[in-house]
T-cell receptor, first 114, second 113 residues
Framework: DGGITQSPKYLFRKEGQNVTLSCEQN?????MYWYRQDPGQGLRLIYY???????QKGDIAEGYSVSREKKESFPLTVTSAQKNPTAFYLC?????????????FGDGTRLSIL | QQQVKQSPQSLIVQKGGISIINCAYE??????FPWYQQFPGKGPALLIA?????SEKKEGRFTISFNKSAKQFSLHIMDSQPGDSATYFC????????????FGKGTKLTVNP
């Protein structure tokens, strides 16, 4: 079945630690996205990538980093600079631009502070 | 101008009733308006989407109504069922290369049996 796989489902971070969230898609989509979801806040865009080896900052990129070395993979690193990392992180992909093609989401990673 | 304002924040409806969720926007460059449905612990799933060249789009029990002059759009769920209990998000985007979907803050719908 085609889809987006996020792992792990739950992740705990210690103070000063960087953690990496995995996102893999087998939909052959060009564009991939990372969102952060907080209760009552909707979804906020962290980073997005339209093609391999290229990515752009979203609205809340500070304290996060990404890479796009393969079309199917778009890992997100939550660095120690992100002081409030506790949230539900969602990865998405689409065939084309947001205004022209629907975005498909994975089932998220819930990150908490230890 | 990039905001999409969604209301109500929460909604309780009896089984068989009509659920109505409203969204408003300011940016007239928006021209793609999707609605997403999210169950607890899951990612959002596209429910239905509309462009401004139509005033209404219906898919089964779900209908989007669009009022371009008022810059408002709404989701109607007819004959609401307990299985419709979820959080619903409206969103908006611009055509022409924009990668950004702007989301409303969500509406938690509870349908009582």
């Amino acid at each position: 079945d085609g889809g987006i796989t996020q792992s792990p489902k739950y992740l705990f971070r210690k103070e000063g630690q960087n953690v990496t969230l995995s996102c893999e898609q087998n939909l052959n989509h060009d564009a991939m996205y990372w969102y952060r979801q907080d209760p009552g806040q909707g979804l906020r865009l962290i980073y997005y990538s339209q093609i391999v080896n290229d990515f752009q900052k979203g609205d809340i990129a500070e304290g996060y980093s990404v890479s796009r070395e393969k079309k199917e993979s778009f890992p997100l690193t939550v660095t120690s600079a992100q002081k409030n990392p506790t949230a539900f992180y969602l990865c998405a992909s689409s065939m084309g631009p947001a205004g022209e093609r629907p975005q498909h989401f994975g089932d998220g990673t819930r990150l908490s502070i230890l | 101008q990039q905001q999409v304002k969604q209301s109500p924040q929460s909604l309780i409806v009896q089984k068989g009733g009509i659920s109505i969720i409203n969204c408003a926007y300011e940016n007239t460059a928006f021209d793609y308006f999707p609605w997403y449905q999210q169950f607890p612990g899951k990612g959002p799933a596209l429910l239905i989407a509309i462009r401004p060249d139509v005033s209404e789009k219906k898919e089964g029990r779900f209908t989007i109504s669009f009022n371009k002059s008022a810059k408002q759009f709404s989701l109607h769920i007819m004959d609401s069922q307990p299985g419709d209990s979820a959080t619903y998000f409206c969103a908006a985007s611009m055509k022409g290369g924009s990668e950004k979907l702007v989301f409303g803050k969500g509406t938690k719908l509870t349908v009582n049996p």
